[in-house]
């Protein structure tokens, strides 16, 4: 059990809470989960997928909310080695693109960070954004056009999760042109590639993420991102 | 315990399954946290929100993944009764934006929804996003500049889900115009409003979304939205 999940369980026994915020089994679980989740490269271990296993991951992103109940996502299951391969020669291009951008530390840093596990994972799961599911009239749609592309990301954060607590890694793939990928999977021009999903079972999941690992950056302290009644304003001031 | 839980915990005693799918218990945990998760309009309590489960779901929403761990997200806590009835008046006036577009059946349906509980929950939590969080050099998005919004939505799901387990309630309000918000609580110019959540405890969670209860629109079955090697083949095809 992590120190969170820990320190979850202790304050649920303080009194004073309100009833329905007694229960302490599922918090700690979750928070264990979310403790536990890593963007995945170097250990996949290419093992095979049980069906139901994968069944239950994609029903958790499934269940995600959506704008307007729009449920705007679709998933491409990709198992084809040829597909795959052609994918992540793309990638290396681009991770090539990005690392030309880079000098001195950066450059030598990120030289040492896998951006990747297309092959060597189980399977690829592109995710998409369709704007025309539920269109004309998207509840919830009309002031913020990205609320759809928002929805279809609060799933893959569902999915990310489901797969963590089935012992499986996942690694999100960005370095890509959403064109190159549109035109690999054949997704029609109305429909938004969003994401490239690693998924399968790993070796293991590394404590730390691999970026501050390597030393890229470092994770910030939850007080540096919160502010209070206004942007800008901190408890005290 | 949700039916898909159960199947989790059935699914789990199946022989063949590599050594780390075994463990079930986080699994069945977070499928019915997902499960029971909604997006909650009217059934706020207002009750208090003990500090340490306020600061629990905080950290769970600020452990999310992040392109180049970069945790583009601010979380701005409002509790200050005049801003929310300030931004609930803006909120109702879109409202009447969106409605004034429907016509019969639909007119009649959206009339009984309610899409906001901006001041009977115990707090707001708006969302922002900071493209500079690490600049220039985020590694993963110089070929998708969205891919820095796409964390800051994987952190409000994290955040949805912890709420969820600890019993609270979540209700992400979107009809509002990104400038309004901007103004109402001092966002610089460069950040980006995301979202409005509606947090706090509930008298209940609903077993069925809202917008599905009231007719507005039902939930796909998971195959309408799983293609296979290429958008739009199905398994057999």
Avoid at 33 to 38: A, E, F, G, L, P
Avoid at 42 to 54: N, W
Avoid at 91 to 111: D, H, I, M, Q, W
Wanted: proline share 6%; aromatic share 8%; charged share 25%.
């Amino acid at each position: 059990m992590t120190g969170i999940a820990g320190a979850a369980l202790t304050a649920m026994k303080t009194p004073g809470h309100t009833p329905n915020l007694t229960d302490s089994a599922p918090a700690a679980g979750l928070y264990d989960v979310i403790n536990r989740r890593r963007d995945v490269r170097g250990e996949f271990s290419g093992a095979e997928l049980p069906e139901p296993v994968l069944r239950r991951v994609l029903t958790a992103a499934h269940t995600a909310p959506s704008v307007g109940l729009s449920q705007p996502w679709d998933f491409i299951l990709v198992r084809d080695a040829g597909t795959r391969r052609a994918f992540r020669e793309h990638v290396l291009a681009e991770r090539s693109v990005f690392a030309s951008k880079l000098e001195g530390e950066r450059a030598e840093t990120f030289s040492k960070i896998k951006v990747e596990g297309i092959v060597e994972s189980t399977l690829g799961v592109a995710v998409t954004y369709d704007p025309n599911r539920g269109a004309p009239e998207v509840l919830g749609r009309h002031a913020i056009a990205d609320a759809g592309l928002y929805s279809v990301c609060l799933a893959i954060q569902n999915l990310w999760l489901a797969a963590t607590a089935e012992g499986l890694g996942v690694g999100w793939v960005s370095f890509y042109r959403e064109e190159f990928l549109r035109r690999l999977l054949g997704v029609p021009s109305e429909v938004r590639p969003v994401a490239w999903l690693c998924l399968g079972p790993v070796r293991e999941l590394a404590d730390t993420p691999d970026l501050e690992r390597h030393g890229w950056r470092q994770r910030m302290p939850l007080e540096d991102v919160l502010h209070y009644e206004a942007y800008g304003r901190g408890r005290n001031r």
